[in-house]
């Protein structure tokens, strides 16, 4: 019999959220605050948390209300990457030798994720984005 915290069934592929877990920021956090709109987002994000869960339409409403330009998104991109978390790259390079494919997740915008993600040495085909649009 195996240990209660060993797996029964084998991983078939690892899938990480972006925001808060492949990197402790959070990036609609980080853009409001540059563009001085940081408590009207949080309380629209607290608001949903505690009602609905967050949902398209309220990522594109703080999305509206933060406007950032295409090159804070560019840097956001950097900035997960700066706020990766401990040893992220390391887990990710032990799995992918372990030829289980790596997923990333999330809510945020496509040029900023996808950087992270392939400064992490994730696949572009293996990450997936909510928001992709234009920006200013």
């Not at 808060?20 to 959070?26: A, F, K, N």
């Amino acid at each position: 019999m195996l240990p209660s915290w060993q797996l029964q069934i084998p991983i078939d592929a690892i899938i990480f959220d972006c925001d808060g877990t492949l990197s402790t920021i959070e990036g609609i956090d980080e853009l409001a605050r540059e563009n001085g709109v940081s408590q009207t987002v949080q309380d629209l994000t607290a608001q949903a948390m505690e009602r609905t869960g967050i949902y398209p339409e309220l990522y594109q409403r703080r999305l509206e209300l933060t406007r950032p330009t295409k090159q804070q998104v560019l840097d956001l991109g950097q900035r997960y990457f700066d706020h990766q978390v401990t040893d992220a790259h390391q887990v990710i390079q032990i799995f992918t030798r372990l030829e289980k494919p790596v997923f990333i997740i999330s809510a945020g915008l496509a040029l900023s994720v996808t950087m992270f993600g392939e400064q992490l040495g994730i696949f572009l085909r293996l990450i997936f984005y909510l928001m992709k649009m234009a920006i200013i």
